[in-house]
Nanobody, 121 residues
């Protein structure tokens, strides 16, 4: 079994910063890409940022230059540093990992439970 547990959400004023963390645990053989998604009320879940096992990154246009994704492969952890936060960044943020549980398994998508980020104006 694999679990992804997020932490670091909260309430912050516009212009402020938050750092999200997501640790993967359980039966893990390898982790490919890890990423952050978000879902605002009444909207579809959208990609925020993604990082490959080799460290290549990709960001949505709405967060480029403000958010930074990173990972610690030794700790099976991915981070999202969010700076210059805006009210429109308010959403539930979900961690995602493409994880293989054993060499004979295919990689599957796993999701965290989500953490609320609220940015006040």
């Amino acid at each position: 079994q694999v679990q992804l547990v997020e932490s670091g959400g909260g309430l912050v004023q516009a212009g402020g910063s938050l750092r999200l963390s997501c640790a993967a645990s359980g039966s893990i053989f390898s982790i490919n890409a890890m990423g952050w998604y978000r879902q605002a009320p009444g909207k579809q879940r959208e990609l925020v940022a993604i990082i490959t096992s080799g460290g290549s990154t990709n960001y949505s246009d709405s967060v480029k230059g403000r958010f930074t994704i990173s990972r610690d492969n030794a700790k099976n952890t991915v981070y999202l540093q969010m700076n210059s936060l805006k009210p429109e960044d308010t959403a539930v943020y979900y961690c995602n990992g493409v994880i293989r549980r054993a060499y004979y398994y295919s990689s599957l998508d796993y999701w965290g439970q989500g953490t609320q980020v609220t940015v006040s104006s």
